[in-house]
């Protein structure tokens, strides 16, 4: 199969989508496949005309996950690997993210979000008061918008909110200020519905519903707390870095699939009708 | 060129890759690329004005001149030029060293010189026969950012001495040093750049050199004196190098041509006491044999045309126009809150902003205005330091570009300032930060270097 492998761009997260690419375009190889790379940039649209790639496997991070680039890919009936369109646009949008897995019952930290004309024209900063009592500290702040951990920050008082919010607002003109809670880290992944490796069944179970609350398929990958209160749904990825030190592969490798094997699996997934 | 037809390796299998890494050395591991790094990738766009590098000005060589040296070496030393050398270097090159150090009045023993390939050979080397993993490395807060990953992957423990406008503050050194020796150990060496410090571009007083000199002997402690910008003075008394002060028991000096001559040459040296000396050269034996026979006869040639004097006035001129081109921008474009060094040579100022920017985020917003700086992280080891001070490069860019990418970089502050302001300005459930008394601020954050704002003078 001719595979078109979509990486780089001019994301501040570049880095990581090329080193994830160059696996993926080893991995597609060994799978007999041609693998072809493909940066974004104005002569995209031309250039999937002019190559017609069977599929094309999105390796973009920071501006490829937004479901913008799948939006086009749809226009082009170009099949694509990942969830589609509609999710990717809801995963990284992290305040929408949080709403959707409100409304479906799936745990996740109580927040507030505002944006920057909330503070710089309605006096917001007067409100602040009133989000202590109701989220406490510390407090996380991050930009609705954006990969990695750029611009999250935790705020361990009043003194640091402001400082956070200045460079949350770096990334994106909303941010959300988020119950801070405390407990394990916890990566999943998930690979066509399934959870990858041995995961507590709680845990799974509450990252299975955040995948279909926000509409996921092919891959995603899940960051939850393990709190007191039970697991809850920090965000999730859907353009999960697939590089030498990626959770999503390392994930697959412990539940015994290989990188190779993984990437036959993401296309498979890609290409079946359902897309599950 | 022959056309020679590409062969493309077959593709390497998953299996390959996964095979290399589990040969991977433990110390690969803290070589790992970080979300900074990959900004600092960003940075190279060819249409982003960077104050990010630290490239000396090679544009005013003369090109005649380079085209006859290279000539000359063509016509009488083809065979020797593209021989092997020894790996000290030649005789010849040594003796240009000797000129070079002795301008700043050093007169170290031929045969203590080895020559390097670049000064960060020299660092590598240094390092590589001193340091086992764990091993403690002393050095300044904030350091150079090259030698971060050198002290890294020879997995040392790297502690950091908070600087200021004299350098390298030696009290803190000594707590450091007192609470080592209560847990039985000891630095295997502290490095520091006394003159025109990267990144800070201050330089060590002549007390504290003597104070430090003076602690290395009393303690039998190494000092590794990285000097690549002594001789690029603007302004201000020269002072003596670590080097002279001790006479070369307790220092290793680390010297180059890269800011004098080129870098692209990439010839440096180490001094170093006989046994030192020794390990140093089977390292660097192992590492790459000998330095470029090439460049260095054609540093002979340059240095026997006795012209490098007045090529080095040549450069001081470019870099303290620059210098205060940039100066004089910071002062136009930067907040009344932000603080600069004024370095008296070198090419870098160091400036420190309100401490509620963090200069890495500040850098993801600039390079939206195509403008690029180093964020003060990257010059500490613990990289939760420094997020509020940033390295301002003004050798390798024109005046024009200066003045713009300095603009541009106030603009992205002053945003930020004033939505700072917006986001504390008028409530009262929110108790207001020390803004306002930036001597009061400046006191109370560790990291921020306590310098003078330019033009206030200096006691």
């Known amino acids: 199969m001719r595979i078109a492998v979509l990486k780089g761009g001019d994301s501040l997260e570049r880095g990581v989508s090329l080193r994830s690419a160059a696996r993926i375009e080893l991995a597609l190889t060994g799978l007999g496949h041609e693998a072809v790379p493909v940066e974004p940039g104005p002569a995209l649209v031309g250039r999937l005309r002019e190559d017609r790639p069977d599929l094309a496997f999105v390796a973009l991070r920071g501006g490829g996950e937004d479901g913008t680039v799948q939006e086009l890919l749809e226009i082009l009936e170009i099949p694509y690997t990942g969830p589609p369109a509609a999710a990717c646009a809801r995963c990284a949008d992290r305040i929408l993210a949080k709403h959707e897995l409100r409304a479906a019952g799936v745990a996740t930290p109580d927040w507030f979000a505002l944006g920057e004309a909330a503070f710089r024209e309605l006096g917001a900063a007067d409100a602040l008061g009133e989000l202590e009592q109701r989220l406490g500290f510390p407090l996380m702040v991050k930009p609705s918008h954006g990969g990695s951990s750029l611009g999250v920050g935790l705020a361990s008082s009043w003194f ?36 990858l490796g041995t995961v507590e069944q709680g845990v799974a179970e509450v990252a299975s519903a955040a995948y279909e609350a926000l509409g996921c398929a092919g891959f995603a990958q899940i960051a939850l707390i393990a709190s007191g209160d039970g697991p809850q749904t920090i965000e999730l990825d859907p353009a999960p870095d697939l590089g030498e030190s990626g959770a999503l592969p390392r994930a697959a490798a412990a539940a015994g699939i290989g990188f190779e094997q993984l990437i036959g699996r993401i296309v498979e997934l890609a290409l079946s009708p359902a897309g599950a | 060129m022959e056309e020679t037809p590409h062969r493309r390796r077959a593709p390497t299998s998953t299996r390959d890759v996964e095979r290399y890494a589990g040969l991977f050395a433990a110390r690969t591991g803290v070589m790992r690329s970080s979300a900074m790094r990959d900004l600092m990738a960003i940075t190279a766009r060819p249409e982003v004005i960077s104050l990010a590098g630290g490239l000396p000005d090679t544009s005013t060589f003369p090109a005649g001149a380079f085209a006859a040296q290279m000539t000359r070496i063509a016509q009488e030393s083809t065979a020797e030029a593209l021989q092997y050398g020894p790996t000290e270097g030649f005789a010849e090159t040594v003796d240009c060293i000797l000129e070079v150090m002795g301008a700043e009045g050093m007169l170290p023993d031929p045969d203590d010189v080895i020559v390097t390939t670049g000064g960060q050979q020299a660092i590598d080397l240094i390092a590589k026969t001193l340091v086992d993993p764990g091993d403690v490395v002393i050095c300044e807060a904030p350091t150079y950012p090259g030698a971060v990953p050198v002290f890294c992957s020879y997995q040392a423990e790297t502690i950091q001495i908070d600087c200021d406008q004299d350098g390298m503050k030696i009290d803190e050194l000594e707590t450091v040093l007192a609470r080592l020796d209560g847990e039985g150990r000891g630095p295997k060496f502290i490095y520091s750049v006394p003159s025109f410090q990267n990144p800070a571009g201050v330089t060590m007083s002549l007390e504290r050199r003597r104070r430090l000199v003076e602690l290395a002997r009393r303690r039998e402690l190494l000092v590794v004196e990285d000097n690549p910008y002594g001789l690029l003075r603007f302004g201000g008394e020269p002072l003596p190098p670590l080097y002279q002060l001790d006479g070369g028991d307790f220092v290793i000096y680390v010297g180059t041509l890269s800011k004098i001559l080129s870098p692209g040459i990439r010839l440096g040296w180490a001094v170093a006491p006989p046994p030192v000396m020794e390990k140093i050269v089977l390292g660097k034996q192992a590492s790459d044999l000998c330095s470029s026979t090439l460049t260095q006869h054609f540093v002979r040639e340059y240095f026997g045309e006795g012209r490098w004097r007045e090529y080095i006035a040549e450069l001081v001129e ?142």
Do not use: C
């Open chain 1, 160 to 195: 640091e909110v402001p400082a956070a919010l200045v460079s949350a607002f770096v990334y994106d003109e909303r941010v959300l200020l988020e119950r801070f809670v405390a407990g394990a880290e916890l990566t999943v992944g998930l690979l066509g519905g399934e959870v």
């Open chain 2, 318 to 459: 470019i870099y303290r126009g620059r210098r205060d081109t940039m100066l004089e921008a910071l002062g136009d474009h930067f907040p009344a809150q932000a603080t600069w060094t004024e370095p008296e040579g070198g090419l870098f100022i160091w400036a420190t902003l309100p401490e509620y920017i963090d200069t890495g985020d500040l850098l993801a917003r600039a390079l939206r205005e195509d403008v690029a700086f180093v964020p003060g992280q990257a010059a500490y080891v613990d990289e939760s330091r420094g997020r509020s001070s940033m390295r301002l490069n003004f050798s390798g860019v024109s005046d024009g570009e200066i003045r713009e990418g300095v603009r541009r970089i106030g603009k992205a502050i002053a945003e930020q300032i004033e939505l700072y302001g917006a986001l504390t300005g008028e409530q009262e459930a929110v108790p207001e930060p020390a803004r306002g008394d930036t001597a009061a601020e400046e006191e109370d954050a560790a990291d921020v270097l306590p310098f003078r704002k330019a033009g206030e003078g200096s006691a």
